[in-house]
Every structure is written in structure tokens, then in C-alpha cells.
């Protein structure tokens, strides 16, 4: 029988700037008698990525541009969380009272170029994405392969907004050891009939139903093993192939 | 622990119109010994709900309009199949060479309207959606009830294309015992600060993660099982919920 598990990671300690995700990740899992397995897939949060990477940002050490005062006034943020917002970004998308759509640097369409203010301790501290979460993906991957000799996938997953649909769902920014989407074009249906569009984006479909179990507990569940789907394992995996250009879009 | 399993069911047979959706799963999922519970989610693909429900058009049966054949002209398509789509849909988004995005009467916005070749026997058989996939799913989980006693929620999921995003993804076209939206806004984060936007899609969530199990053999698997994942049940839940409208729409 097809049969595929996602297992909460609890346990994980409140993680700081410097701390190796890893290893806290290695040890909550045998804590929790739930030891890692090879082709399971790591799926972890964004937000203590960002933690340990020291992607953190005090809005009161923030020197607002010109430009961010507008960008301020406008979508009634704070000057310096508008600061922050541009810094990360590549271009501006949409700006409206109360919003400020942009590109990040990778590439990705979002709000505030991910830049957070809920689950980080202290009311002036903000989050800002990894500076490259594939780099920190295969980082994860490197240091759970050295301390268990499994091989494992890895997703970093953020929670993310979507044109023309209601709410949130997670998706993939990060990924390491795994091909982030399965193509079966050119494979035939039961039917004989030859399916043409057929890529399915596996990351990004791991990552929401990661979230099932993460998003239960929020900041006390960080972490999610998906175990039982066989993936296609990739050593040059890159979140870039998940991303298509604003002007090569049909939808929009 | 928090752990949440997806479960394939096979067996399953080939679907004809006038089948009763709720028995095939009753009789498969004990066939298998993965009898439902109280609390499952039942995730059903489309494809079989547009079966049952008769929902197949023989194209040499199509008489295309005028406009239908300009249309398959611009986008290369067969004039019978573009004037499928064109009855299907609302509204064009998009035409090129190739494309069809258009708004189906449901307010998804897709491509073809949903009308697929795939997985269907006879080269000149396409299925459309599910008249009102609401419907479908309440009758389902209605007959589930009927038969087993159980109270479950159920899901008609879809594969569908994304705006931004490389890769299709299977997301929720049908929705019956579960609100689509979890929400948590105004709750607290564990550092006291209150969340602002945090409307989750678990429906979609749903949706996707049981794709990792049907889409890992097509035809073979095409419902899935979500056992132990706590949702907000709803006796009036709609899909509605989950569509922005594009006027609405800041991303695009």
C-alpha cells in the first residue's frame, strides 16, 4: 500500500544566531524516538533557519531612506521596516495601503520580501530570509549526513501568499538533495494517451503538507520529516527551477 | 507526537457515469484493511468525480462556433476541444499560441477550463469539472456517512497550473465537512506578538500532500486518505473561500 507519514519534530530548542540546525534537528528526533531514515525529507521552517544564520534585524538600528519614508507613508508601514523590506528586495511589485509586494532577490514574489515580524522574541526584532536558502538547505543535508550517515532530503519552506487564491500555503525557498519537481511529460496515461503537461512541483506540494503538521503547533513544531515518498534525489538541486519570470506568465 | 498519515487507496475500479463514488471508496478501503474513521479527510480526484458524474464529451459530437474556430486557430487547438472549453468558462484570461487560461464558471482561473484529455478512455473522450464540486463532495461524504457511519471531510482535488510559480500542484476544487481556511489571526505567537495574516489554505494543503501519494501512480490511486490532521469541521463549507477575485487581486 502507497502510505506516506509526516512526523512533527518537537524538542527543538529555541534556536540563536550560530546554532548548527542539524544538530538540534538530529537530536529532537531522537528524542522523540523518531530517528532519521534515508529518503526521508527534511522539511524545515524558514524562521529558525533565519534565526541560526543571524538573519536578524533590530527595526531601531535601521537608517530609513528617503525612498522608504514614502514607500512608508504609503503603505503605513514603519520607515525602517520599509527599509529593511527594499534592502532585501530586487524589484517592487505592488504597493497599496497596507501592502508591499515584492521580488526578492531570489526571485520570489511575496509580501514584504519575507521579511517577519511574528515568532522572534523582542518587538523591534524582524527576520529576513536566508541570504540563500538552497545554500542553507544543503547545509542542513551536509551536517545530518556527517552526524547519521543517512541520506535525506531537504526542504526549507515558507509560508507564502498566492495570486488569485485565498490564504497561505508553504512552499519550498530552499532545497537540497532533491529534484524539485517530477516531470512526466512524454509518459503515457493508462489510456495510452500521452500526458504533455505533467510537472508536478513535489517541493513545494512537501512543503504544504509539512505545514499540516507544522502549522499545529506553530513555533513548537519547526520541523516536519516526510517519510514513505519517493523522490527523485538531485546533487545540483536548485528552488530556482520552481520560479517562473513575471513576463514569461500566462496567468497574469 | 504530532503525525499525520496519507494513505493511498487502490483498488479502486475504472469509473463509469452513474457509478456511486462513496461506495467504490467504502468497499476499496476495506478491501485494503484501511477502513475510514471519524476525522479523515478524503481526498478524491477530479477525474473520477467528472466519471461518475458523467461529465465526458466525445469531441466528433462538438459543433464548434464561429468564434471556437478563431479561437483554435490562435491557439492551435482542435476547434470541438476550444469550443468545450469556451462552454465551460466565464471568461477568457488568456489566449496564445498553445494556451487557453480561462475563468471556469466556478471561478478557478486554469487552463482549458479544466477540460482534460488525460486518463480517459477513447482518443476522443475529454472529461470537464464537476458541474458544482461542492456538491460532489458533500454528496460523497454523504454517502460515506450513509454507509459507514463516519464522519469525514472531503476534498475534490484538481491539478492546476499557478501564476509565479513553475509546476503544477493539486489544490482543492471541492470541499465538504471542513472549513477550506484555517485562521488564525489575532492569536499570539509564543513572544506575545499578535498575528496579523496568517489565513492558511489547509484545504489546498490537503489537497497537495494527498497528490504525493495519487500522483505517485495516476490512474491506480486516485483517492487518498488524510488520517490524524485535526481540522475546523464545517457543515457550510464552500471553495468560494479559497478564490480571490483577479479585481481583488494585488499580486497580479
Known sequence: MTRVEIIGVER????????????????AVDAQGTPLMDGDVVVVAQKIVSKAEGRIVRLADVNPSEFARKVATYTRKK???????????RSIVRMAPGHLIT?????IVCA?????????????LVTLLPEDSDVSARNIRKGIRKLTRKTVAVIVSDTSGRPLREGH????IGVAGIDPISDLRGQKDPF??????KQTAVADELASAAELVIGQAQERIPVAIVRGYRFR????????????RREKDLFI
Not at 192 to 197: E, H, S
Open 169 to 172: 500555503v508553504d512552499i519550498a
Open 192 to 197: 495510452g494517451y500521452t500526458l504533455r503537461v
Open 112 to 124: 514584504n520580501s519575507g521579511v517577519d515580524r511574528s515568532n522572534v522574541s523582542g518587538g523591534d
Open 79 to 89: 520607515p525602517s521596516l520599509a527599509e529593511v523590506i527594499l534592502r532585501e528586495s
Open 103 to 107: 521580488e526578492t532577490r531570489q526571485g
Open 233 to 244: 534525489p538531485s546533487e545540483r538541486a536548485r528552488t530556482a527551477k520552481l520560479i517562473r
Open 12 to 27: 527543538v530548542p529555541e534556536v540563536k544566531p550560530g546554532d548548527d540546525i542539524a544538530k538540534l534537528i538530529c537530536s
